[in-house]
Nanobody, 122 residues
Framework: QVQLVESGGGLVQPGGSLRLSCVAS????????MGWYRQRSGKERELVAS???????NYADSVKGRFTISRDHAMNTVYLQMNSLGPEDAAVYYC????????????????WGRGTLVTVSS
């Protein structure tokens, strides 16, 4: 089975920074697009940032200029650097990846992590 495990969440002061990590493991043949989503209490889950295999990135308007998504050389880990955090950024952040587990699957399936909690408080 494929697993995505997030880490790096926690409590930060307004204006502070956090770096989230997500590691994919298990029976993986290839990892394609990866991304970060977040969900605040009582709200729908929303896309925060995504990155393609080629390195093309996309960000929600609310985080542009503050957050940076990246992935490691082996394409098994995705990061989210979050700067200038405010109360509006407090949420559970979920890692997402499109992964093929067998050869000749050039699309893959979506996999999700269980989430990591980010709290912003003074």
């Amino acid at each position: 089975q494929v697993q995505l495990v997030e880490s790096g969440g926690g409590l930060v002061q307004p204006g502070g920074s956090l770096r989230l990590s997500c590691v994919a493991s298990g029976r993986i043949f290839s990892i394609y697009d990866m991304g970060w989503y977040r969900q605040r209490s009582g709200k729908e889950r929303e896309l925060v940032a995504s990155i393609t295999t080629a390195g093309s990135t996309n960000y929600a308007d609310s985080v542009k200029g503050r957050f940076t998504i990246s992935r490691d050389h082996a394409m098994n880990t995705v990061y989210l650097q979050m700067n200038s955090l405010g109360p509006e950024d407090a949420a559970v952040y979920y890692c997402n990846a499109r992964i093929a587990i067998i050869p000749d699957d050039y699309y893959g399936m979506d996999y999700w992590g269980r989430g990591t909690l980010v709290t912003v408080s003074s």
